[in-house]
């Protein structure tokens, strides 16, 4: 398995702001990923978090909203620019281990918005 | 692309009890078929999975079977305890094809004491 940390862990943000989401992984790691979970709801994949290169968006989702960097094989940050309330959500990063097919996913981070 | 399928929504079980949550997906590519359990403020994690070249797996309290030509793997957890209660999330997707996991839409378990 694989411990994921993300950093913060929840934050308070006023609208028109922006907030950057840290992904730290202990282990190699093939693939990371973003994904979104709005309350009461199943996970939404965001992007495809690729090394030295721009990540992959999912359908509904743009590079300008969400900002996404992966300098390395263990680390990727996820911003969420200009918030607005409809961005309040718990935001998660998950990784798939080197040489395996499984993701493991990190604690999440809730965002709310004012 | 790959739609996944996840009922119930929600299952309360008398501690002691077995539960079972049923997914059915319609990719027929699909063979790797993970379960993740997630708790009240954190994130999901992998209780138990399975890849199409099986047909049951178990972990102590916890067996998942899959059905390919139907289509459908379900989760089976004897012996309900209480710390049991949470969300469970089943998905599918194409192992190592660089494909991304799809998700069903939860089952909210509560264990009754």
């Known amino acids: 398995s694989a411990v994921i940390s993300q950093k913060p862990s929840r934050d308070i943000c006023q609208r028109g702001t922006s907030l950057t989401i840290q992904c730290q992984v202990d282990?190699?790691?093939?693939?990371m990923f973003w994904y979104r979970q709005q309350p009461g709801q199943s996970l939404t994949l965001i992007a495809t978090a690729n090394q030295g290169s721009e990540a992959t968006y999912e359908s509904g989702f743009v590079i300008d909203k969400f900002p996404i960097s992966r300098p390395n094989l263990t680390f990727s940050t996820l911003t969420v620019s200009n918030m607005s309330p409809e961005d309040s959500s718990i935001y998660l990063c998950?990784?798939?281990?080197?040489?395996?097919?499984?993701?493991?996913f990190g604690p999440g981070t809730r965002l709310t918005v004012l | 692309g790959e739609n996944v399928e996840q009922h119930p929504s929600t299952l309360s079980v008398q501690e002691g009890d077995s539960a079972v949550i049923k997914c059915t997906y319609s990719d027929s590519a699909s063979n790797y078929f993970p379960w993740y359990k997630q708790e009240l403020g954190k994130g999901p994690q992998l209780i138990i999975d399975i890849r199409s070249n099986v047909g049951e797996k178990k972990d102590q309290r916890i067996a998942v079977t899959l059905n390919k030509t139907a289509k459908h793997f379900s989760l089976h957890i004897t012996e309900t305890q209480p710390e049991d209660s949470a969300v469970y999330f089943c998905a599918a997707t194409r192992a190592f094809g660089n494909e991304k996991l799809t998700f069903g839409t939860g089952t909210r378990l509560t264990i009754i004491p």
């Open positions: 282990s190699q790691v093939t693939m």
């Open positions: 998950s990784a798939e281990l080197a040489g395996a097919d499984t993701q493991y």
